[in-house]
């Protein structure tokens, strides 16, 4: 900063003083000569004036002293008069005794005043010892030789008049300069201020602080600057503040996708990650990384098409599944990024040069997969529960036409056995029928109050029979004094217990017992239907509410069972808001519970 003032400040200070000294010289110089000159001019029209005098009264040549006055005379207008003869002889001088005087016939004006009629020269004086202008003029006399007057007059007083324009101009300059030195100083100064707050400003700039300069009063090259330096940084501040908002919404949108996303540089490290890439592979930092691609990924499948893509520059897909206890499936994409170095985007060029990293997309299938599982069991499981009824009734039918149909003995049975079969498939397609209209969300539901008290202890009470046909002992409906009053669907209520308590009986061997009971718990009310019977194990559990499911398939197809009763149950609690759950252990019962909400 000081050096750059200072350094300024000569600059223009000695330019100022160079130019001063130039200017003055110059004026001193042409002052000089013009002043010189008009003296001259000046002192030669002084001089012919008295040759004019000298004409109107010639000297007297012939008598010495009367021309000795007679010089003197004239000489009284402050000029030195000389007479000399044609031979170079002074005959007469007004300022020096001409007994010592030489002979002036070498003297230039008297060359050429003898030669032309008049001369004038501008020199120094032998005689006098000064510098004098001198005027000489040839007078002819009739039958004599001519003469020559000369008249003098000293240049001391240009000399003395120049000296004195000199100093005041000397003087006036000396102002001048240093008048001068103030203002270079003063206007370096305001320069090199205004250049400091402009660097000041740039520095800031570059920091990061767009603020604007204050006002710049000057409308010099300067101010022009500092308002196009505050222009490029409002749109500076601008550019950056739509790129941060576009990073932070770029960064929002991936950090709330629930596409695992990842970017890996040209170097296979990955410099970016968002949370749900970071979950699927447990690693704990998301953002802006930078690690080797092999630690974070772990997956041999992806690192290979991350390779493939940053090497052929193609887009990628892929499918890879992760986990051992619960595998999840997922699909890759890897794209690659392609190089950004000027070049416009798509052109051939960007297209041929290498791209500088690739971003990796992973997408969770797991349950698209285990959809298309379940809708694969499903067919499966379809054909096969009605392929069981549907060959013994080809078969018994069969044999019935083939002569059985005059057995007296077995007809009937026959005729029984396809009956029964005719049924249970009935009962499976009634049930897949109400299963896919559940399943498509065509549920009728009549939300009305429901008395639950009765309800159950109807469901109880049809059930009763086939319990004591079994030998079981189903004891009657444990219901609190409150009863829980609850808005619903009365009818598919009613058949979720059946299902459960139908389930009960056939899954209580002989002589077992069957509880029933209504409570109200945390806003639900919940009924349970606990047995004594064969259980369910653990890792079946959570499966029996599927589609099909069945514990022991062959068993449960022995007694009537589709495996659809309780996926229907679940399908018709859910849609009343509440739950069904089993407590089991093998060989010593089930509870199954289901919960509504209770009324407002
Ligand atoms: P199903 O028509 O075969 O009874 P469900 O969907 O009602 O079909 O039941 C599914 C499976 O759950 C049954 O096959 C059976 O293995 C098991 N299960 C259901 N209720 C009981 C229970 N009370 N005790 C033991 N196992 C049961």
Excluded at 312 to 330: D, K, T, Y
Excluded at 372 to 379: A, G, I, P, S, T
Excluded at 535 to 557: H, K, L, N
Aim: aromatic content about 6%; charged content about 25%; hydrophobic content about 45%.
């Amino acid at each position: 900063m000081t050096l750059v003032r200072t350094s300024l400040f000569w600059k223009l200070g000695l330019t100022y003083l160079v130019l001063l000294f130039v200017v003055l010289a110059s004026v001193d110089f042409c002052a000089g000569r013009i002043l010189r000159q008009n003296y001259i001019r000046a002192a030669n029209e002084h001089l012919s004036s008295l040759g004019r005098l000298a004409k109107y009264r010639p000297a007297p040549l012939d008598d010495p002293t009367a021309l000795a006055s007679w010089a003197s005379w004239l000489s009284r207008s402050g000029a030195r008069v000389t007479v000399i003869a044609a031979d170079g002889r002074v005959l007469a001088d007004s300022a020096h005794d001409i007994e010592t005087m030489e002979n002036h016939s070498n003297r230039p004006e008297f060359l050429e005043a003898m030669s032309a009629g008049e001369g004038e020269s501008v020199r120094h004086s032998h005689t006098l010892d000064r510098d004098l202008v001198y005027l000489a003029m040839r007078f002819d006399r009739r039958g004599q030789s001519a003469v020559i007057i000369r008249f003098a007059t000293p240049l001391a007083q240009i000399n003395s008049a120049l000296r004195g324009v000199r100093r005041s101009l000397w003087e006036v300059s000396f102002v001048i300069l240093l008048l001068g030195i103030a203002i270079s100083l003063f206007l370096s100064r305001r320069f090199t201020n205004r250049v400091g707050r402009l660097q000041e400003f740039s520095r800031r700039v570059a920091g990061g602080d767009f603020r604007p300069l204050p006002q710049e009063r000057g409308n010099d090259e300067l101010g022009d600057l500092a308002r196009t330096l505050n222009d490029t940084a409002s749109r500076l501040s601008a550019t950056v503040r739509s790129l941060t908002e576009e990073r932070n919404r770029s960064a929002a949108i991936l950090r709330s996708m629930v596409e695992g996303i990842a970017v890996v540089d040209a170097r296979e490290r990955v410099t970016f990650r968002n949370e749900a890439f970071a979950k699927i592979w447990d690693a704990g930092s998301v953002g802006i990384e930078d690690k080797p691609a092999v630690e974070v990924i772990r997956q041999p499948d992806i690192l290979k098409l991350v390779r493939q893509a940053l090497s052929g520059g193609e887009v990628l897909h892929g499918e890879v599944s992760s986990g051992i206890a619960q595998p999840r499936n997922f699909s890759v994409t890897v794209a690659p990024i392609p190089p950004f170095n000027g070049v416009a985007p798509g052109s051939k060029m960007q297209q041929q040069a290498e791209p500088f990293g690739a971003v990796v997309v992973l997408h969770e299938i797991t349950d698209l997969r285990r959809l298309e599982q379940v809708r694969k069991d499903f067919v499966a499981n379809v054909s096969h529960e009605l392929r069981t009824p549907l060959t013994a009734i080809q078969g018994f039918a069969e044999t019935l036409l083939s002569g059985a149909l005059e057995d007296k003995e077995n007809n009937r049975r026959f005729i029984e056995i396809i009956g029964s079969h005719a049924m249970r498939l009935s009962h499976l397609t009634d049930d897949l029928l109400k299963l896919s209209r559940i399943e498509a969300g065509k549920l009728d539901t009549d939300f009305q109050p429901v008395d639950l008290k009765a309800l159950i202890e109807a469901v109880v009470e049809s059930a009763r029979n086939t319990a004591t046909q079994k030998q079981l002992l189903l004891t009657d409906a444990s219901v609190p004094q409150n009863v829980p009053r609850i808005l619903g669907d009365a009818s598919l209520l009613r058949e979720v217990l059946r299902n459960l308590l139908d389930n009960a009986i056939q899954y209580t061997p002989l002589g077992g017992r069957i509880d029933v009971e209504l409570a109200a718990s945390e806003g639900f009310a919940v009924v349970t239907v606990g047995d004594t019977g064969i259980g369910i194990p653990q890792s079946d559990q959570s499966r029996i509410f599927e589609r099909f499911y069945r514990v022991d398939a062959a068993r449960s197809r022995e007694v009537r069972g589709t495996g659809l009763g309780l996926a229907i149950a679940k399908h018709i609690v859910e849609a009343h808001g509440g739950q069904i759950w089993v407590e089991s252990a093998v060989g010593r019962g089930s509870k199954f519970r289901f919960s509504v909400p209770v009324a407002a």
